[in-house]
């Protein structure tokens, strides 16, 4: 449903978007995860024939975002960041308006209207003023103008923000029953979201794909990166020393235990390695008291961290 | 077409929903009001001193006070506008950058000129309703004139403001488009007026081709053939053209905002 290949955008000397390529299936919810300042605003927007890409290509629905625009954003709805609302008109005027600038017929208006209405759960404000609306309301609405017209594909840009957290799991229920009849792209920061609503996930950095993968596949893939927990009663300096010569260990901290005489270790492995036999091992060897050894695999917070803090090529680290 | 009308209607509902509309309108009706009120007056007392001057002296007498009022009054209509208009379109643009509501127009399957054209016929519209209460001035004249003037004067002095205005709101609506600040949109319009009305001004006397040209680029210059019921072709297409121009613009303007970062 949507194809997007080698798209770069930039802005003179600074690169928003940097040949990234994703494809998104009908019926599918991708998130779109990243920092400030990634990108996702910059690939929305050119998703949604805002504006037009430096290079590289975007599809949508079989049309071409820069040749077809005007085929591409009659099967588009899309929310921006901040909610285009008119203050003063009502909430239905303003759907009203919305269904025809989106070239709604007549006589299926007030039908669409009724319905999304109904689905985000507006009804009850729809003479209302918008500039009269709470903030959770206001967000409805912009919610609402994105799917009013029944699009094919919904592009959301940080749908939940402003929401309390009642209203909050109402959007993600709605944006859950959407998928299979509509294709969705939707960006956030909030990552129990996107394991939560999403099928796949892209995440960005500086304009680059970090990562393509579903919430699952990201948190498996790195679990060899563990983090793993150690208690034992041992001796600072030794103990430090003998968990940094465990090949595989890129990181160790060594901290007191609240037991007495205890120490806690935090030690990072490398991908694709599971050192924790090892270290029992070896300090049961050394004839030192062990008393906890977990390893918890990367949330995905984690993960997002680390693919977007360091500098280093993202794609690398996760071969 | 949908998508015209759409945007049409959401502006003038916009007008008549804004404090600003009703207070520039009625602003300047109650000016024209007065207005017309003096200069009626004024060439009624000026006709009858010079009748009274006429029976000393025996000089001819006529004035031909109703066209008298209606040069003075179609000629003050239009100056007016030069004050009012920059109110009236500082917004139509400004608002809705500053809003974000560009980004729905702009995602959505209608195109720059729609919206373009959408929000100047409002305009418009909003101006043919705001010189409507101006007709009962003219129907009070024609009541108690005798004889009475050619419509062709009124029709001509009408059809002249509406040109005017035709090609202020362009050049208003251009400028709105500029800028997210409505402040600076009504400042820049006014400057853009003012200039256009010094204009004649600067090339009044000079007979040299660049007085010429200056001349007919002044917005005053042409409305006063209006005023007398001279319908000057020239004239039109002076005010068809300026208008033309600055809607292009304003189209072009709009178009490149797609272009910008924020």
């Given at each position: 449903?949507?194809?997007?290949?080698?798209?770069?955008?930039?802005?003179?000397?600074?690169?928003?978007?940097?040949?990234?390529?994703?494809?998104?299936?009908?019926?599918?919810?991708?998130?779109?995860?990243?920092?400030?300042?990634?990108?996702?605003?910059?690939?929305?927007?050119?998703?949604?024939?805002?504006?037009?890409?430096?290079?590289?290509?975007a599809?949508?629905?079989?049309?071409?975002?820069?040749?077809?625009?005007?085929?591409?954003?009659?099967h588009?709805?899309?929310?921006?960041e901040?909610?285009?609302?008119?203050p003063?008109?009502?909430?239905?005027?303003?759907?009203?308006?919305?269904l025809?600038?989106?070239n709604?017929?007549?006589?299926?208006?007030?039908?669409?209207?009724?319905?999304?209405?109904?689905?985000?759960?507006?009804?009850?404000?729809?003479?209302?003023?918008?500039?009269?609306?709470?903030?959770?309301?206001?967000?409805?609405?912009?919610?609402?103008?994105?799917?009013?017209?029944?699009?094919?594909?919904?592009?959301?840009d940080?749908?939940?923000?402003?929401?309390?957290?009642?209203?909050?799991?109402?959007?993600?229920?709605?944006?859950?029953?959407?998928?299979?009849?509509?294709?969705?792209?939707?960006?956030?920061?909030?990552?129990?979201?996107?394991?939560?609503?999403?099928?796949?996930?892209?995440?960005?950095?500086?304009?680059?794909?970090?990562?393509?993968?579903?919430?699952?596949?990201?948190?498996t893939?790195?679990k060899?990166?563990?983090?793993?927990?150690?208690?034992?009663e041992?001796?600072?300096?030794?103990?430090?020393?003998?968990?940094?010569?465990?090949?595989?260990?890129?990181?160790?901290?060594?901290?007191?235990?609240?037991?007495?005489?205890?120490?806690?270790?935090?030690?990072?492995?490398?991908?694709?390695?599971?050192i924790?036999?090892?270290?029992?091992?070896?300090?049961?060897a050394?004839?030192?008291?062990?008393?906890?050894?977990?390893?918890?695999?990367?949330?995905?917070?984690?993960?997002?961290?680390?693919?977007?803090?360091?500098?280093?090529?993202?794609?690398?680290?996760?071969? | 077409?949908?998508?015209?009308?759409?945007?049409?209607?959401?502006?003038?509902?916009?007008?008549?929903?804004?404090?600003?509309?009703?207070?520039?309108?009625?602003?300047?009706?109650?000016?024209?009001?007065?207005?017309?009120?003096?200069?009626l007056?004024?060439?009624?007392?000026?006709?009858?001193?010079?009748?009274?001057?006429?029976?000393?002296?025996?000089?001819?007498?006529?004035?031909?006070?109703?066209?008298?009022?209606?040069?003075?009054?179609?000629?003050?209509?239009?100056?007016?506008?030069?004050?009012?208009?920059?109110?009236?379109?500082?917004?139509?643009?400004?608002?809705?950058?500053?809003?974000?509501?560009?980004?729905?127009?702009?995602?959505?399957?209608?195109?720059?000129?729609?919206?373009?054209?959408?929000?100047?016929?409002?305009?418009?519209?909003?101006?043919?309703?705001?010189?409507?209460?101006?007709?009962?001035?003219?129907?009070?004249?024609?009541?108690?004139?005798?004889?009475?003037?050619?419509?062709?004067?009124?029709?001509?002095?009408?059809?002249?403001?509406?040109?005017?205005a035709?090609?202020?709101?362009?050049?208003?609506?251009?400028?709105s488009?500029?800028?997210?600040?409505?402040i600076?949109?009504?400042?820049?319009?006014?400057?853009?007026?003012?200039?256009?009305?010094?204009?004649?001004?600067?090339?009044?006397?000079?007979?040299?081709?660049t007085a010429?040209?200056?001349?007919?680029?002044?917005?005053?210059?042409?409305?006063?053939?209006?005023?007398?019921?001279?319908?000057?072709?020239?004239?039109?297409?002076?005010?068809?053209?300026?208008?033309?121009l600055?809607?292009?613009?304003?189209?072009?303007?709009?178009d490149?905002?797609?272009?910008r970062?924020?």
């Amino acid at each position: 449903m949507i194809e997007v290949q080698e798209l770069s955008k930039s802005f003179g000397p600074v690169t928003a978007v940097d040949h990234v390529s994703f494809t998104v299936n009908k019926g599918e919810i991708l998130g779109f995860l990243g920092p400030n300042g990634a990108g996702k605003t910059t690939t929305m927007r050119i998703l949604t024939g805002f504006m037009p890409a430096t290079s590289g290509t975007a599809r949508v629905a079989g049309f071409d975002v820069l040749q077809d625009s005007l085929q591409v954003r009659r099967h588009i709805g899309y929310l921006p960041e901040s909610p285009p609302l008119y203050p003063d008109m009502s909430v239905e005027g303003y759907l009203d308006f919305v269904l025809r600038i989106k070239n709604v017929p007549a006589e299926q208006r007030s039908a669409r209207l009724g319905e999304v209405l109904e689905k985000t759960n507006i009804a009850d404000k729809r003479d209302e003023l918008i500039k009269h609306l709470s903030r959770g309301y206001k967000q409805r609405v912009g919610l609402a103008q994105a799917l009013v017209h029944d699009p094919d594909v919904i592009i959301l840009d940080e749908p939940t923000v402003g929401l309390d957290p009642k209203q909050i799991i109402e959007v993600r229920h709605l944006i859950k029953g959407l998928a299979g009849s509509h294709t969705i792209i939707l960006s956030t920061h909030i990552l129990p979201e996107v394991s939560m609503t999403c099928d796949r996930v892209v995440i960005i950095h500086k304009g680059r794909i970090a990562a393509v993968d579903t919430p699952q596949n990201l948190t498996t893939q790195l679990k060899g990166g563990q983090r793993i927990q150690v208690e034992a009663e041992a001796p600072r300096a030794p103990f430090e020393q003998l968990l940094r010569q465990i090949p595989g260990a890129r990181t160790v901290q060594v901290e007191a235990a609240h037991a007495a005489g205890r120490l806690t270790a935090t030690v990072e492995a490398a991908t694709g390695t599971d050192i924790r036999s090892q270290i029992a091992a070896k300090i049961v060897a050394s004839g030192w008291g062990l008393y906890e050894l977990k390893g918890a695999s990367l949330s995905l917070e984690d993960i997002f961290l680390q693919l977007t803090t360091d500098e280093a090529a993202p794609a690398q680290r996760l071969s | 077409m949908r998508g015209l009308y759409a945007i049409y209607r959401k502006e003038l509902g916009h007008y008549f929903v804004s404090p600003v509309a009703y207070v520039v309108v009625g602003v300047f009706l109650a000016l024209c009001g007065f207005f017309f009120e003096r200069a009626l007056v004024f060439y009624i007392e000026n006709s009858i001193s010079r009748e009274i001057q006429a029976a000393q002296y025996g000089m001819p007498s006529d004035i031909d006070v109703p066209s008298q009022v209606l040069r003075s009054f179609f000629g003050l209509v239009s100056s007016l506008m030069l004050f009012i208009t920059p109110m009236l379109t500082m917004g139509v643009y400004a608002e809705e950058r500053k809003r974000g509501t560009m980004e729905l127009l702009m995602t959505s399957p209608i195109n720059e000129v729609q919206i373009v054209l959408g929000k100047y016929l409002a305009s418009l519209t909003l101006y043919a309703i705001m010189l409507l209460p101006t007709a009962g001035y003219l129907a009070f004249l024609y009541r108690h004139s005798d004889p009475r003037p050619p419509w062709g004067l009124v029709l001509a002095g009408y059809a002249g403001v509406l040109l005017v205005a035709a090609g202020l709101l362009a050049l208003g609506s251009f400028i709105s488009s500029l800028t997210e600040n409505q402040i600076i949109a009504a400042v820049l319009t006014s400057g853009a007026f003012l200039g256009l009305w010094v204009l004649d001004l600067a090339a009044r006397g000079a007979s040299t081709v660049t007085a010429e040209v200056l001349q007919y680029l002044s917005v005053t210059d042409h409305y006063d053939d209006f005023a007398r019921g001279v319908i000057d072709t020239s004239s039109v297409i002076y005010y068809v053209s300026l208008t033309v121009l600055f809607l292009f613009l304003t189209v072009r303007s709009i178009d490149s905002l797609r272009w910008r970062r924020a």
